[in-house]
């Protein structure tokens, strides 16, 4: 009788979703918003989030950003640009900005959400290996971008194809289950 009230409470615990580190502490992002003033800041950011997807075989890259209005923007990179580091791909999104079409991809309320996690991140999380394809896909790589005292900072979130890899934080984990499966296509 012990053993099924404890098999019952575990269950019960599982399915509320208090169970582990991939519970989410509401008022931590609340805080994150707060001192970051990320509702502000989101209205001005030109990039919030990167995915590149980098083909060395082929010597080419694609990708997409996402903006502070929750628009995607997808951009194609040459065979130099995919061997530069993912802070020179930014300055050159950035510069050529304006050269982009969107299309609306994240609501305001979703993407407020998914930014205030981004801000919770640990900055000592490890990076966590998954394991390496032996089939040669182009490297896939999602990012995000924080503004904190006026700087840019590059958050590397999860990399799949080649070196599979992701940050092992449970907000890190928020970010790309917000945006989803369909991060990775590029449109």
């Not at 099924?4 to 805080?31: H, M, N, P, Q, R």
Request: glycine share 6%; aromatic share 12%.
């Amino acid at each position: 009788m012990k053993r099924l009230f404890l098999i019952c409470i575990a269950l019960l615990i599982i399915a509320t979703g208090s169970y582990g580190c991939d519970a989410v502490d509401d008022s931590e992002l609340e805080k994150a918003n707060a001192s970051y003033h990320i509702d502000e800041e989101l209205d001005n950011q030109k990039i919030v989030f990167i995915m590149t997807r980098l083909n060395y075989g082929e010597r080419c890259g694609e990708g997409y950003f996402i903006d502070g209005k929750g628009k995607k923007y997808s951009f194609s990179l040459d065979d130099k640009q995919i061997y530069k580091e993912i802070e020179e791909i930014y300055k050159d999104l950035l510069d050529q900005y304006e050269e982009y079409e969107s299309t609306d991809f994240m609501d305001k309320e979703k993407l407020k959400k998914t930014a205030e996690a981004l801000y919770c991140i640990n900055p000592t999380a490890e990076v966590k290996e998954e394991g390496k394809a032996i089939i040669d896909y182009a490297a896939e790589t999602l990012y995000g971008v924080k503004k904190i005292d006026g700087k840019e900072e590059i958050v590397f979130l999860k990399s799949y194809s080649g070196d599979s890899k992701e940050l092992d934080d449970k907000y890190a984990k928020m970010v790309y289950k917000e945006i989803g499966d369909k991060w990775t296509e590029v449109k």
